[in-house]
């Protein structure tokens, strides 16, 4: 018998391991068959003014999603702030717009949403004009790790949810690099969809990207933050939000990059 114990116990984590992704999409399911909260319904109303003019099943998907979104991952409240469900749901509506009309594992490597006030100040190291490295205090709005959290400033998460085409959204910056991450180190390229080319992203991406950088070093106007200049993975963040925003304006000035995160988000925000 003590010798069949480690078989028992092996097949009893195989089990497990196999049985576990089944489970997962039936809480799922269970989760998306419930009715959608009418209060939550009212903060969306009032809080992402352009989801009504979201197509309806567009609407109902993303509904869906901000259920399960909300029943997976933690909301962690920072410097006194109170999770409520206005904090959940605005950040989740954001959140999940990047999730329409695929398969999706919900953000898998991400469980804690850390929501601070406003913005909150982390200590970088940087470096001066003579190489003496320093160290400074800095004010962020958001910021994606790698290893399981993003922290979110919610007066920003507010703001990008009821300006929707100022071009700036936290929320989805954050979540365009989860979604980044998930084909390992943040680069600028997430795991890319069917009929997607690797090739051809790399090739328009990397020509946008040294765009933007002529075009920050000269000061000259972009539709796209600077910010964006300063490393692929960030050119990615900030497309997105671009995307999402200013999607016209995008699709007439940069067709090619356009059509590729069309392509990618399997939305076109242009009809919103
Ligand atoms: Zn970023």
């Known amino acids: 018998m003590i010798i069949l114990l480690p078989l028992f116990i092996g097949l009893a984590i ?18 998306k068959n419930l009715p959608f909260n009418h209060a939550w319904q009212q903060i969306i109303a009032q809080r ?15 509904q869906k999603h901000i259920q399960v979104f909300i029943a997976e991952k933690e909301f ?33 490597q991400l469980n804690t949403i850390l929501v601070y006030p406003s913005a909150f100040v ?10 003496i490295q320093y160290t400074r205090q800095v004010a ?18 507010l703001h990008g949810a009821e300006l929707p085409h100022d071009g700036h959204n936290v ?14 180190q943040a680069n600028g390229a997430p795991i890319l969809g069917k009929g997607q080319n690797y090739q051809r992203w790399s090739e328009i991406f990397s020509t946008q990207f040294s765009l933007l950088r002529i075009q920050a070093a000269a000061g000259k106007p972009s539709i796209f933050d600077y910010y ?26 940069h067709p090619a990059l356009y059509q590729q995160l069309k392509d990618y988000y399997r939305v076109d925000p242009r009809h919103w």
Not at 14 to 31: N, T
């Open 76 to 108: 962690v409240g920072c410097n006194g702030i109170n999770i409520t469900d206005e904090i959940k749901v605005t950040i989740a509506a954001q959140a999940c717009l990047l999730l329409l009309n695929r398969k999706t594992n919900y953000y898998p």
């Open 171 to 184: 929320v989805i910056h954050e979540f365009a690099h989860q979604l980044d991450q998930e084909s390992g």
């Open 140 to 157: 962020l709005s958001g910021e994606s790790w790698g290893f399981g959290k993003i922290v979110l400033s919610w007066q920003d998460s």
């Open 228 to 253: 964006g200049a300063t490393e692929p993975a960030e050119f990615f963040a900030v497309v997105s939000e671009v995307f999402f925003e200013k999607s016209v304006q995008f699709s007439h000035e």
């Open 14 to 31: 195989i089990g497990y391991l196999i049985s576990k992704p089944y489970y997962r999409e039936y809480k799922r399911a269970k989760v």
């Open 122 to 131: 982390k200590k970088q190291i940087a470096q001066s004009a003579d190489g």
């Open 48 to 62: 992402m003014p352009y989801f009504k003019q979201m197509p309806i099943s567009l609407q109902q998907q993303l």
